[in-house]
């Protein structure tokens, strides 16, 4: 009787002092969380004093330690997919959906039943690392990227958050000439602006920090006219007072405009200019094809009378041509 007592005292012992292994080194041991270093107690591996993520095999740092296996891609339930990992035979480096409706991995490098579905990276930091969404800061859940004590959209790269984070990756609407994206809205000398501005430049420009600290850039704009030497013509511009929409002669023997929205000596000459007009005044697209036929001239087909195509290829825009004398 005595036996049997201590036998299931043991077990007892056993199934208390066994705990699940969140977190395992590279070689398979078992990181002790939370664990004491240099006075310091820590409940996730850390680079303290490493070039790589590392934990405690003890409580309290004894000299054995391992690298932390980093977690790239976790399943929805927030375990660690197994990668490489192999399955019938086949060995998978990424999530797949092989026997499945949704992306999975295994939890293990030789799959053994267990498995997960992988969490999709729907939002990205600005180095490339996955938002973990919803997170938890300071008590309040976040469903999405958040400026709470940031200047900036960020998220955790927790679940709850560790003090992994990172700035989001937003869509560039707008971008600058040399590439740089534009921080909309940005507030300048007081001012909230939701696009660019020609305030204080000669250009439309962009802050690229929501509160304007000296970063900024001219903006890329769709150029829908350009020069004979390929700038960008600047509609619409003033030039001696007066407000052109389009290239213009005025005081010129070719079409020109200039490169400034208030004419300041840079002009060109337009790219194109325009030997055959329509009725509204538009200029027509030579060649243009339609319905497969190319035209480099007014056409009446379909038509009753002349007409062109607005666009070198057909895209519903046309307009009567204007008639010569003869």
Known sequence: MKVLVLVAAILCVLQVTEVECKTKTTDGKCCSFPFTYKGVTYNYCTKIDHDKLWCSLDTSYKGRWGNCVECKTKTTDGKCCSFPFTYKGVTYNSCTKIDHRKLWCSLDTSYKGRWGNCVECKTKTTDGKCCSLPFTYNGVTYNSCTKIDHDKLWCSLDTCYKGRWGNCEVECKTKTTDGKC?????????????????????????????????????????????????????????????????????????LWCSLDTSYKGRWGNCEVECKTKTTNGKCCSFPFTYKGVTYNSCTKIDHNKLWCSLDTSYKGRWGNCVLRPK
């Open 182 to 254: 534009c921080s909309f809205p940005f507030t300048y000398k007081g001012v909230t602006y939701n696009s660019c501005t020609n305030i204080d430049h000669n250009m439309l420009w962009c802050s690229l920090d929501t509160c304007y600290k000296g970063r900024w850039g001219n903006c890329e704009v769709e150029c829908k006219t350009k020069t004979t030497d390929g700038k960008c013509c600047s509609f619409p511009f003033t030039y001696k007072g007066v407000t052109y929409n389009s290239c213009t002669k005025i005081d010129h023997n070719k």
